[in-house]
């Protein structure tokens, strides 16, 4: 019979650590579980605010911010910046870091910069429509997620100002993050 790849695993604490993990029993080697790093931007036309609808799970039909997961070998401006070429077809110029974000119930950290559109855009593969928002015609009761919702109510807070401490999670957001 075949042993599956898990059957070798054990949940167990490695030595000189102080959480369980799973150790394989074959060769000691410990499966470190990270969080996933998403990359994300307010990008801006004038005064509107790009939005891409999602075309996948989780949340398909919903609003949200060109964002995603970080791939190995890229910065995480690289990572914002293919992004909204992926979702949006789009080529942004990032300003700065707006925001980071802890999610740990769901094991991401989310960057999030303020960003300048620089091309035309369109819908890509990941996204069923995208569209220039005026602040007072955001979708807010269809947003995706409330990070998305935290990234532009910290953008409205920036407007104008060239200089500021990025953001965190808002008071009061233990319910969503844990």
Do not use: M, S
């Given at each position: 019979m075949t042993q599956t790849v898990d059957e070798k695993f054990e949940l167990g604490v490695p030595?000189?650590?102080d959480r369980e993990r799973r150790i394989c029993q074959t060769c000691g080697f410990v499966d470190y579980r990270n969080p996933r790093i998403v990359a994300g931007s307010v990008v801006t036309r004038g005064d509107q605010i790009l939005l891409c609808k999602r075309a996948i799970e989780p949340?398909?039909?919903f609003w949200t911010l060109p964002a995603g997961y970080m791939e190995l070998g890229e910065?995480?401006?690289e990572a914002a910046q293919r992004?909204?070429?992926e979702e949006a077809c789009a080529t942004i110029e990032i300003d700065r870091m707006l925001a980071t974000y802890s999610i740990p119930r769901i094991g991401q950290v989310q960057v999030m910069f303020r960003a300048r559109l620089a091309s035309d855009f369109e819908a890509g593969p990941e996204s069923l429509d995208?569209?220039?928002f005026d602040w007072k015609d955001i979708p807010w009761s269809?947003?995706?997620f409330p990070t998305v919702v935290w990234a532009l109510t910290?953008?409205?807070e920036t407007r104008g100002k060239a200089d500021f401490v990025p953001y965190g999670n808002p008071p009061?957001?233990?319910k969503v993050t844990r």
């Open positions: 030595n000189g650590d949340r398909k039909g910065t995480i401006e992004e909204a070429r995208v569209q220039l269809e947003l995706a910290h953008y409205a009061n957001t233990e």
